[in-house]
Protein backbone atom coordinates (compact mmCIF):
# COMPACT_ATOMS: atom_id res chain seq x y z
CA UNK A 1 0.00 0.00 0.00
CA UNK A 2 2.86 2.21 1.04
CA UNK A 3 4.56 1.74 -2.40
CA UNK A 4 1.24 1.98 -4.16
CA UNK A 5 1.00 5.78 -2.21
CA UNK A 6 4.80 6.45 -3.44
CA UNK A 7 3.86 5.77 -7.22
CA UNK A 8 1.01 7.78 -6.84
CA UNK A 9 2.47 11.09 -5.69
CA UNK A 10 5.38 10.64 -8.19
CA UNK A 11 2.61 10.67 -10.74
CA UNK A 12 0.48 13.95 -9.01
CA UNK A 13 3.96 15.38 -9.50
CA UNK A 14 4.79 14.38 -12.75
CA UNK A 15 1.75 16.16 -13.42
CA UNK A 16 1.92 19.00 -11.59
CA UNK A 17 5.38 19.65 -12.78
CA UNK A 18 4.63 18.95 -16.22
CA UNK A 19 8.27 21.33 -17.37
CA UNK A 20 10.24 20.30 -14.91
CA UNK A 21 12.26 17.22 -15.01
CA UNK A 22 11.02 15.78 -11.67
CA UNK A 23 10.14 12.48 -14.02
CA UNK A 24 12.91 12.55 -16.33
CA UNK A 25 16.25 10.43 -14.89
CA UNK A 26 15.84 12.26 -11.53
CA UNK A 27 17.72 15.27 -12.44
CA UNK A 28 15.29 18.37 -11.72
CA UNK A 29 16.64 20.79 -14.73
CA UNK A 30 14.71 23.86 -12.15
CA UNK A 31 17.95 23.02 -10.13
CA UNK A 32 20.50 22.62 -12.56
CA UNK A 33 22.14 26.54 -12.52
CA UNK A 34 23.71 27.53 -9.91
CA UNK A 35 21.67 29.73 -7.84
CA UNK A 36 21.72 32.91 -6.74
CA UNK A 37 25.27 33.12 -8.29
CA UNK A 38 27.39 30.77 -10.15
CA UNK A 39 30.76 32.84 -8.96
CA UNK A 40 30.55 35.37 -6.01
CA UNK A 41 30.42 38.69 -8.41
CA UNK A 42 28.53 36.82 -10.67
CA UNK A 43 24.66 36.60 -9.58
CA UNK A 44 21.60 35.24 -11.47
CA UNK A 45 19.84 38.28 -13.24
CA UNK A 46 16.03 37.43 -12.07
CA UNK A 47 15.50 33.23 -11.99
CA UNK A 48 15.55 29.97 -13.67
CA UNK A 49 13.11 29.65 -16.98
CA UNK A 50 12.55 26.22 -18.59
CA UNK A 51 11.29 25.54 -22.20
CA UNK A 52 10.20 22.19 -23.41
CA UNK A 53 9.44 20.96 -26.74
CA UNK A 54 6.06 23.43 -27.47
CA UNK A 55 8.35 26.90 -26.02
CA UNK A 56 11.73 26.12 -27.26
CA UNK A 57 10.98 27.89 -30.66
CA UNK A 58 10.52 30.92 -28.09
CA UNK A 59 13.93 30.93 -26.82
CA UNK A 60 15.82 30.28 -30.08
CA UNK A 61 14.12 31.09 -32.89
CA UNK A 62 15.56 29.90 -36.13
CA UNK A 63 17.80 27.47 -34.44
CA UNK A 64 15.04 25.04 -32.53
CA UNK A 65 14.44 22.51 -35.06
CA UNK A 66 17.73 21.39 -34.87
CA UNK A 67 17.21 20.17 -31.22
CA UNK A 68 14.68 17.77 -31.90
CA UNK A 69 16.26 14.83 -33.82
CA UNK A 70 18.70 14.93 -31.03
CA UNK A 71 15.88 13.80 -28.84
CA UNK A 72 15.64 17.39 -26.74
CA UNK A 73 13.47 17.37 -23.85
CA UNK A 74 14.07 20.53 -21.86
CA UNK A 75 15.95 23.48 -21.49
CA UNK A 76 16.61 25.52 -18.60
CA UNK A 77 17.77 29.16 -19.25
CA UNK A 78 19.63 31.82 -16.82
CA UNK A 79 21.18 34.90 -17.38
CA UNK A 80 23.97 36.06 -15.07
CA UNK A 81 25.62 39.92 -14.78
CA UNK A 82 28.63 40.84 -13.61
CA UNK A 83 28.17 42.81 -10.05
CA UNK A 84 31.70 44.75 -11.18
CA UNK A 85 30.47 45.68 -14.35
CA UNK A 86 26.71 45.28 -15.02
CA UNK A 87 27.65 45.60 -19.25
CA UNK A 88 28.88 42.29 -18.76
CA UNK A 89 26.51 39.47 -18.52
CA UNK A 90 26.35 35.92 -19.99
CA UNK A 91 23.26 33.45 -20.90
CA UNK A 92 23.15 29.69 -19.54
CA UNK A 93 21.69 27.03 -21.20
CA UNK A 94 21.32 23.71 -20.39
CA UNK A 95 19.58 21.03 -22.64
CA UNK A 96 18.94 17.91 -21.54
CA UNK A 97 18.72 15.69 -24.76
CA UNK A 98 17.75 12.17 -25.36
CA UNK A 99 21.09 10.22 -25.08
CA UNK A 100 25.01 10.73 -24.59
CA UNK A 101 25.31 9.98 -28.09
CA UNK A 102 22.97 13.18 -28.97
CA UNK A 103 24.11 15.38 -26.31
CA UNK A 104 27.65 14.97 -28.21
CA UNK A 105 25.68 15.51 -31.36
CA UNK A 106 24.74 18.95 -30.50
CA UNK A 107 27.84 19.97 -29.17
CA UNK A 108 29.87 18.67 -32.35
CA UNK A 109 27.26 20.88 -34.26
CA UNK A 110 28.60 23.79 -32.78
CA UNK A 111 32.09 23.05 -31.77
CA UNK A 112 34.77 24.73 -33.88
CA UNK A 113 37.94 23.86 -34.80
CA UNK A 114 40.29 26.93 -33.89
CA UNK A 115 38.23 26.88 -30.37
CA UNK A 116 40.65 25.84 -27.46
CA UNK A 117 39.90 22.69 -25.28
CA UNK A 118 38.61 23.60 -21.47
CA UNK A 119 38.55 20.91 -19.17
CA UNK A 120 34.82 20.73 -18.12
CA UNK A 121 32.36 17.66 -18.29
CA UNK A 122 33.48 15.07 -20.94
CA UNK A 123 34.97 17.78 -23.55
CA UNK A 124 34.43 21.49 -23.70
CA UNK A 125 35.63 24.02 -25.82
CA UNK A 126 35.92 28.37 -25.68
CA UNK A 127 36.14 31.27 -27.50
CA UNK A 128 36.19 34.79 -26.33
CA UNK A 129 32.72 34.81 -26.27
CA UNK A 130 31.51 31.49 -25.80
CA UNK A 131 31.79 28.13 -24.28
CA UNK A 132 30.18 24.77 -24.50
CA UNK A 133 31.01 21.33 -22.92
CA UNK A 134 28.90 18.13 -22.74
CA UNK A 135 27.98 15.79 -19.60
CA UNK A 136 25.88 12.59 -19.44
CA UNK A 137 22.84 13.58 -22.11
CA UNK A 138 23.35 17.61 -20.83
CA UNK A 139 24.95 19.87 -23.77
CA UNK A 140 25.75 23.19 -21.41
CA UNK A 141 26.22 26.74 -23.96
CA UNK A 142 27.30 29.70 -22.71
CA UNK A 143 26.89 33.12 -24.00
CA UNK A 144 28.05 36.32 -23.77
CA UNK A 145 25.12 38.50 -24.06
CA UNK A 146 26.34 41.88 -22.73
CA UNK A 147 28.55 44.77 -24.98
CA UNK A 148 31.35 43.34 -22.57
CA UNK A 149 32.21 39.64 -22.85
CA UNK A 150 33.16 38.04 -19.38
CA UNK A 151 36.23 36.38 -20.10
CA UNK A 152 37.47 33.03 -20.31
CA UNK A 153 37.98 32.72 -16.09
CA UNK A 154 34.50 33.68 -15.72
CA UNK A 155 33.22 31.43 -18.11
CA UNK A 156 35.07 28.24 -16.64
CA UNK A 157 34.34 28.96 -13.16
CA UNK A 158 30.57 29.32 -13.86
CA UNK A 159 31.28 25.85 -16.10
CA UNK A 160 32.47 23.70 -13.61
CA UNK A 161 29.76 25.03 -10.87
CA UNK A 162 26.79 23.59 -13.63
CA UNK A 163 28.89 20.63 -14.44
CA UNK A 164 29.00 19.93 -10.49
CA UNK A 165 25.23 19.64 -10.21
CA UNK A 166 24.55 17.38 -13.66
CA UNK A 167 24.88 13.77 -13.11
CA UNK A 168 29.13 12.41 -13.15
CA UNK A 169 30.66 9.34 -14.37
CA UNK A 170 30.02 8.81 -18.03
CA UNK A 171 32.69 9.55 -20.65
CA UNK A 172 32.73 9.69 -23.93
CA UNK A 173 29.86 7.78 -26.29
CA UNK A 174 30.55 4.80 -27.02
CA UNK A 175 30.20 5.03 -30.86
CA UNK A 176 33.21 7.26 -31.27
CA UNK A 177 35.86 4.61 -30.31
CA UNK A 178 35.95 3.34 -34.00
CA UNK A 179 37.18 7.20 -34.79
CA UNK A 180 40.06 7.01 -32.19
CA UNK A 181 42.80 6.40 -34.60
CA UNK A 182 46.01 8.77 -36.09
CA UNK A 183 44.49 9.61 -39.61
CA UNK A 184 40.98 11.42 -38.41
CA UNK A 185 40.79 14.98 -37.14
CA UNK A 186 39.24 14.33 -33.93
CA UNK A 187 37.44 17.77 -33.65
CA UNK A 188 35.62 17.23 -36.88
CA UNK A 189 34.07 14.21 -35.63
CA UNK A 190 30.11 14.83 -35.86
CA UNK A 191 26.88 12.31 -35.21
CA UNK A 192 23.78 13.29 -37.67
CA UNK A 193 21.26 11.83 -35.71
CA UNK A 194 19.29 11.80 -39.41
CA UNK A 195 19.96 11.47 -43.14
CA UNK A 196 23.36 11.74 -43.01
CA UNK A 197 24.75 13.00 -45.94
CA UNK A 198 21.34 13.94 -46.71
CA UNK A 199 20.06 10.28 -47.58
CA UNK A 200 17.33 9.05 -46.31
CA UNK A 201 18.47 5.29 -46.55
CA UNK A 202 21.31 6.65 -43.82
CA UNK A 203 19.66 7.38 -41.28
CA UNK A 204 22.00 7.74 -38.55
CA UNK A 205 25.95 8.04 -38.15
CA UNK A 206 29.32 9.60 -37.45
CA UNK A 207 30.93 11.20 -40.33
CA UNK A 208 34.55 13.14 -39.80
CA UNK A 209 37.31 14.53 -41.55
CA UNK A 210 40.66 12.08 -42.52
CA UNK A 211 43.49 12.57 -44.46
CA UNK A 212 44.78 9.51 -46.59
CA UNK A 213 48.50 9.52 -48.99
CA UNK A 214 48.34 13.60 -48.07
CA UNK A 215 45.13 13.71 -49.74
CA UNK A 216 41.57 14.74 -47.21
CA UNK A 217 38.89 12.53 -47.14
CA UNK A 218 36.18 11.74 -44.82
CA UNK A 219 35.23 8.58 -42.85
CA UNK A 220 31.53 7.97 -42.93
CA UNK A 221 29.89 5.15 -40.35
CA UNK A 222 26.07 4.35 -40.87
CA UNK A 223 24.81 2.38 -37.79
CA UNK A 224 21.72 0.57 -37.89
CA UNK A 225 19.61 -1.80 -35.11
CA UNK A 226 20.29 -4.79 -36.94
CA UNK A 227 21.79 -6.77 -39.91
CA UNK A 228 18.98 -6.98 -42.36
CA UNK A 229 18.44 -2.87 -41.77
CA UNK A 230 22.42 -2.57 -42.58
CA UNK A 231 22.23 -4.43 -45.38
CA UNK A 232 19.09 -2.53 -46.48
CA UNK A 233 20.55 0.90 -46.44
CA UNK A 234 23.76 -0.67 -47.97
CA UNK A 235 21.23 -2.07 -51.15
CA UNK A 236 19.37 1.34 -51.18
CA UNK A 237 22.72 3.39 -52.21
CA UNK A 238 23.81 1.47 -54.31
CA UNK A 239 20.64 1.14 -56.11
CA UNK A 240 21.04 4.94 -55.94
CA UNK A 241 24.21 5.08 -57.70
CA UNK A 242 23.02 2.62 -60.35
CA UNK A 243 20.29 4.99 -61.01
CA UNK A 244 22.33 8.26 -61.14
CA UNK A 245 24.06 6.12 -63.90
CA UNK A 246 27.46 5.92 -62.35
CA UNK A 247 29.68 3.19 -62.79
CA UNK A 248 29.39 0.82 -59.82
CA UNK A 249 31.73 -2.15 -58.86
CA UNK A 250 30.54 -4.21 -55.81
CA UNK A 251 31.30 -7.30 -54.38
CA UNK A 252 28.28 -8.98 -52.67
CA UNK A 253 29.08 -12.72 -52.72
CA UNK A 254 31.73 -11.99 -49.56
CA UNK A 255 31.50 -10.90 -46.41
CA UNK A 256 31.94 -7.92 -45.94
CA UNK A 257 29.96 -6.63 -49.25
CA UNK A 258 31.70 -3.71 -50.41
CA UNK A 259 31.29 -1.20 -53.02
CA UNK A 260 33.09 1.38 -55.42
CA UNK A 261 31.98 3.89 -57.42
CA UNK A 262 31.42 7.86 -58.13
CA UNK A 263 28.81 9.53 -55.80
CA UNK A 264 27.32 12.23 -58.14
CA UNK A 265 27.64 14.57 -54.53
CA UNK A 266 30.55 12.94 -53.04
CA UNK A 267 33.08 11.93 -55.90
CA UNK A 268 34.60 8.89 -55.40
CA UNK A 269 33.49 6.57 -52.59
CA UNK A 270 34.37 3.32 -50.93
CA UNK A 271 32.24 1.65 -48.61
CA UNK A 272 31.46 -1.64 -46.85
CA UNK A 273 28.28 -3.47 -44.41
CA UNK A 274 29.13 -5.95 -41.94
CA UNK A 275 26.83 -6.56 -38.83
CA UNK A 276 24.75 -3.31 -38.16
CA UNK A 277 26.66 -0.94 -39.81
CA UNK A 278 27.71 0.88 -42.89
CA UNK A 279 31.05 2.29 -43.32
CA UNK A 280 33.43 3.65 -45.84
CA UNK A 281 35.35 6.75 -46.97
CA UNK A 282 34.07 9.44 -49.57
CA UNK A 283 35.46 12.08 -51.64
CA UNK A 284 38.64 9.97 -52.41
CA UNK A 285 40.97 11.30 -55.28
CA UNK A 286 42.08 7.67 -56.02
CA UNK A 287 42.16 4.41 -55.01
CA UNK A 288 45.49 3.87 -53.54
CA UNK A 289 45.82 3.15 -50.26
CA UNK A 290 41.83 2.12 -49.63
CA UNK A 291 42.37 -1.41 -49.03
CA UNK A 292 44.45 -0.73 -45.89
CA UNK A 293 41.87 2.18 -45.10
CA UNK A 294 39.11 -0.67 -45.12
CA UNK A 295 40.95 -2.65 -43.35
CA UNK A 296 41.33 -0.48 -40.13
CA UNK A 297 37.97 0.79 -40.25
CA UNK A 298 36.73 -2.72 -40.57
CA UNK A 299 38.78 -3.80 -37.30
CA UNK A 300 38.49 -0.50 -35.20
CA UNK A 301 34.24 -0.30 -35.95
CA UNK A 302 33.54 -4.09 -35.25
CA UNK A 303 35.77 -4.90 -32.45
Same mark, same amino acid.
Given at each position: ?????????????????????????????????????????????????????????????????????????????????????? +? $????? =??? *?? &???? @? %??????????????????????????????????????????????????????????????????????????????????????????? +? $????? =??? *?? &???? @? %??????????????????????????????????????????????????????????????????????????????????????????????
Amino acid at each position: MQKMCQMGLLIILCLFYTSISVCAGGTDMAKVLPAPACHPDWPMDGKITLFDKDTLFDHINGESELYFPYGFELLAFARYVSKINP +Q $SAFDA =DVY *QM &GSLL @D %AFGMYANYRRKDDAAVSVGVEGTASASQLLFYQDRYLVRLQASGTANPGPDIFLACARAISEKLPQGKGRPKELDAFNVPFIEQKSIRYIA +Q $SLLGY =DFF *QK &GIVA @D %ATLNHEPIQIVMVFETSVEKARKAFDRYSEYLKTAGENIRMTDKQLPVSLKAHDPLYGNVVVEQKGAFVYGAIRLKDDSGTQQLMETLRSMILK
